[in-house]
């Protein structure tokens, strides 16, 4: 509604501005009560003639990207003050023509200062998505520019991305080491390396032994446990589209049925998710190592 209102507001002043730049005297001689207020004085048209342009343009930007509401309330002011002055006018009874000013001054001076006013909800929303990426950032060490750039550019984008976040942390069935090995051979298949040590830093977070971290990162199946090796097979037989894929989904459906399948599939590709969006935005950067626990691994990305 805002934009609707500011999109009509903007066409009505951008006109009324051009009007009384390039054809003063006429709308000097159009508008009701205008001659009242004295002879025509041209440059003084003129002069208003810009600021009701400006202030046109202003509701134009705030229409065509929500972002630039700041610059509009300003033209927005200008309008507002306007309108208080003939509504100043109308009560003392000085106004001649007081239903024209009403509807032609006043109200539109509302609405344009309402249509510039971005929905509260939103602003409550980004400031704390802005505050959690914050905290997010200190706690892990993560670059989080990439979502920090989404949100200042485009809120409505950022408020669909989120959700992801709820789906990568998926789990009912498979051990937790299982999930987490799926979700790393994601994040290293998109090579980021910022992606994969956020998932080995919560991977350790979550408590998850050091060394079955290590051997999915330098593909050590001998080292991995019975839930490792059985999830970091599914996950790289996806992501590499091996033909024994349907193999490695049938033995995890052995073990944990379908929802282990769903489980596992969650985390592989949610685990791919994020880099693939990082990378696509330009702020990716290549996985060659890790540090786990304060041990830096070099990352093996073929097959041994």
Known sequence: MRRVLATILAVLNVANGLTMLFAGRFWFQSVPGAAQTGPFNPHFVQDVGAAFLIAG???AARALQPALWPAAVAGAGFLAVHGLIHLASIVAGHDHDAPFDVVAVVLPSALALYSTLPDKE??????????????FRQRYGYDASYLEMLLRESPAAFFKFAPLMKASRHREVVPIE???AAGLVGAKAEDCGPCAQLVVDTALEAGIPKDQIEAVVRRDVRAMNDSTVLAFRFA???VRRSADEDEHRDAVRAKWGEKGVIDLAFALQMGRMYPMMKAALGYAKECRRLSIGGKQIDVVKQAA
């Open 57 to 59: 343009l202003s509701l």
């Open 236 to 238: 790289d037989a996806i």
């Open 122 to 135: 939103k602003i409550m929303r980004s400031f704390f998505a802005r505050r959690l990426l914050r905290q």
């Open 178 to 180: 299982a999930s987490f």
